[in-house]
């Protein structure tokens, strides 16, 4: 059965079949007893049915200090001996408190101490931009830790994709990092209600098109759509392609649609320097140039820092108008095939 | 508590130290003859420290430790001989290579993992404890990390989380006085063991850490009251590392005074307790002797092992980097 869930209420519903399903699922993070992220309850009183702190009790859900390496540390030394611990780091900006427990020991002990650790920990982490939070809340940056061998990254753009991706990250038996983006919380849209898993790897087509193709990330994701359908009215048909999680990252159906369309634009609200989208890039030209009619061109967040006033933020992130108007750039400079 | 101890339990302890030295100095020469690549960094002269530890341990409880690194599993009674193999880089290694001596881990005997990183592993302890408690299995976690790394912040992150939630977990700050180069009063400010007292948790310095019994009664009382629900302790033990940082290290500055040397040297903590098991009549020199010869042994079969295994196979670079096998695009 499906009912009308929001972004974040499909993220607290995939938290609720996960605790369901698992004892050894535990909620570790700041302020995760009183729910104030909206992910760990029911409704927005404390007594509300469904509360987590009522049905799961205090030795699961795990109210922390504001201590984040060794809330992470912790997640991964109790990962590697037998829970599947769920990290809520409420901002994404709050992980680099934690970078040396996630570069040096969650993405390297399994692989350096010969496969004896398995880390099933997945750390939770909201990205805050285009809310005037000003810079040290707006960070999107999930292009560092992809440079991270070993950790898994995904970027659900969706409720159904949100909820799914996130209980496949915590059935997983490889730590996940799950990039929450804040401007999609609001977004509505039918769900399952039962449980269902999306696999981690696997990208999705949300507009079929012949003449460009756009793969978005994130919050770009509806930015691209809404592009899409402006470009539709002039006569171009672009295909939108979500990859959902970065690593593993769906490269073959990005290269499927690139062979199809012979043309590509890369939507990421990330900085331009080493994004998604220029990973992205490399690998089209490298795998598919034979297919590309145009060069590539990506539509990023310029490399300059996050200013709080509105006046100054919200036009830096890829939108629907930055991202038709890369297109229309691509075609227009296309060779006839 | 120590005269509880069993003569089999007392010359275990004796055997697990002679391990430890014997190992040690053969990878040290090994180091040398270029037998093994890189460098290690021996626990000689910290035995006592080591296996007064591990060994107040039961076999399933949980360890972390750092770069100082051979005597963590080899006190927590991990065979020798895939030890010496990941040290040389071989198949057979404890990780199969991919580790080294940096890195070192035996999950067969609760040897979680060692660190190149100061304090790194100190939340990994940590986070075994608090599985221990929410899987209430009765086990125990233990940290090594040195005077070093009690100045790293994680350590207080670690106190206070397990101070709260009174995890079975044990500080085991070695104070072998020197942080590399660096004398550790001079960065120290204070003593390591009362930092334990704004945690509201018991903090213990073993002065004479070339003593087993002592390190073993201390680190055993602090299990005691981890196993019971208790929570955390912090237990500091002054020791002293008989040589250099790490083997084939050579600086041109002597930062240890050589009277300071001379007095710890003579401070051997396998010398201390085989005169103790003697004197007190637990043990007789022969009995002794023969842990030694079937040690050396024991140690030149690993180093056999080490020579004659295979090294990994270099054709899939992504082994273990995942639980399941990672896909390249290509």
Redesign the interface.
């Known amino acids: 059965m499906k009912s009308v869930m929001s972004y974040l209420g499909a993220i607290g519903a995939a938290q609720r079949e996960a605790m369901d399903a698992d004892e050894?699922v535990?909620i570790i993070g700041e302020d995760v007893e009183a729910n104030v992220y909206g992910t760990t309850g029911a409704g927005k009183a404390r007594a509300a049915e469904g509360d987590f702190l009522q049905r799961y009790g205090k030795?699961?859900i795990?109210n922390?200090?504001i201590?984040e390496?060794?809330i992470?540390?912790?997640?991964?030394?109790?990962?590697?001996?037998?829970?599947r611990p769920l990290v809520d780091l409420s901002y994404s900006s709050f992980t680099y408190l934690a970078m040396?427990?996630f570069v040096?020991?969650i993405a390297k002990?399994?692989?350096?101490?010969?496969?004896?650790?398995?880390i099933p920990v997945v750390f939770r982490s909201a990205m805050f931009y285009g809310l005037n939070t000003g810079a040290h809340h707006s960070d999107r940056p999930y292009p560092m830790y992809m440079n991270v061998?070993?950790l898994?990254i995904i970027t659900p753009a969706s409720p159904s994709d949100a909820k799914g991706l996130l209980r496949s990250a915590i059935d997983?038996?490889?730590p996940v990092l799950i990039f929450e983006a804040c401007p999609l919380w609001p977004m509505k849209e039918e769900v399952e209600e039962d449980e269902y898993w999306i696999p981690l790897g696997v990208g999705r087509t949300l507009r079929e098109g012949t003449d460009i193709t756009i793969v978005a990330i994130s919050g770009a994701v509806p930015e691209a759509v809404a592009a899409a359908e402006e470009l539709a009215k002039e006569g171009i048909s672009a295909e939108v392609f979500d990859p959902r999680t970065l690593v593993?990252?769906d490269?073959?159906g990005i290269i499927k649609s690139v062979t199809k369309t012979g043309r590509l634009v890369v939507a990421d609200p990330a900085h331009q320097t080493c994004s998604a989208a220029s990973e992205i890039s490399a690998?089209v030209a490298e795998?598919a140039w034979d297919s590309l009619t145009a060069p590539i061109k990506r539509v990023t967040t310029p490399d300059t820092q996050i200013p709080f006033s509105p006046a100054l933020e919200k036009h830096l992130y890829p939108n629907r108008l930055s991202i038709a108007a890369a297109a229309r750039s691509v075609l227009k400079v296309s060779q006839p095939v | 508590m120590s005269s509880q101890l069993s003569k089999e339990f007392l010359l275990e302890a004796q055997r697990r130290m002679v391990r430890i030295r014997l190992f040690d100095e053969r990878a040290s020469k090994m180091v040398k003859r270029g037998q093994i690549p890189g460098t290690v960094h021996t626990s000689i002269g910290q035995e006592a420290q080591v296996v007064g530890a591990c060994m107040a341990l039961g076999d399933q409880d949980y360890m972390t430790g750092n770069h100082r690194s051979h005597g963590h599993p080899i006190g927590k009674g991990s065979p020798l001989s895939p030890l010496m193999a990941e040290l040389v880089g071989k198949a057979t290694g404890v990780c199969k290579g991919r580790g080294g001596s940096l890195h070192l881990a035996d999950f067969s005997v609760g040897s979680l993992g060692e660190s190149g990183i100061v304090g790194s592993s100190i939340p990994i302890a940590t986070g075994a404890a608090l599985s221990s408690k929410i899987l209430n299995n009765g086990k125990v976690a233990l940290a090594f990390f040195g005077d070093g790394a009690a100045n790293q912040g994680n350590l207080y992150e670690s106190m206070n989380l397990a101070g709260i939630w009174k995890l079975p977990v044990i500080f085991l700050c070695e104070n072998n006085l020197y942080a590399l180069s660096t004398p550790a009063h001079t960065v120290t400010s204070g003593v390591i063991a009362s930092r334990a007292a704004g945690f509201d948790i018991p903090g213990i310095r073993v002065e004479n850490g070339q003593n087993f019994i002592e390190v073993f009664d201390a680190v055993k009382t602090a299990v005691e009251r981890a196993r019971s629900g208790e929570g955390p302790s912090l237990i500091e033990v002054v020791t002293y590392r008989f040589n250099e940082h790490s083997e084939g290290l050579r600086l041109g500055v002597d930062y240890r005074d050589q009277n300071e040397k001379a007095e710890w040297l003579a401070k051997d903590p396998i010398v201390l307790f085989r005169d103790y098991l003697i004197q007190e009549s637990i043990a007789t020199a022969e009995e002794l002797d023969a842990i030694f010869a079937s040690v050396e042994a024991e140690v030149e079969e690993a180093f056999e092992f080490s020579q004659s295994s295979p090294f990994p196979d270099a054709s899939d670079p992504y082994l273990n980097l995942y639980t399941e096998p990672f896909e390249v695009y290509a």
């Open positions: 050894r535990i030795n699961r795990r922390t200090p201590s390496e060794i992470v540390g912790a997640a991964a030394g109790a990962a590697m001996t037998g829970l040396d427990q040096n020991q002990n399994r692989f350096m101490f010969g496969g004896q650790a398995s061998p070993g898994k997983c038996d490889d593993p990252m490269i073959e690998l795998h």
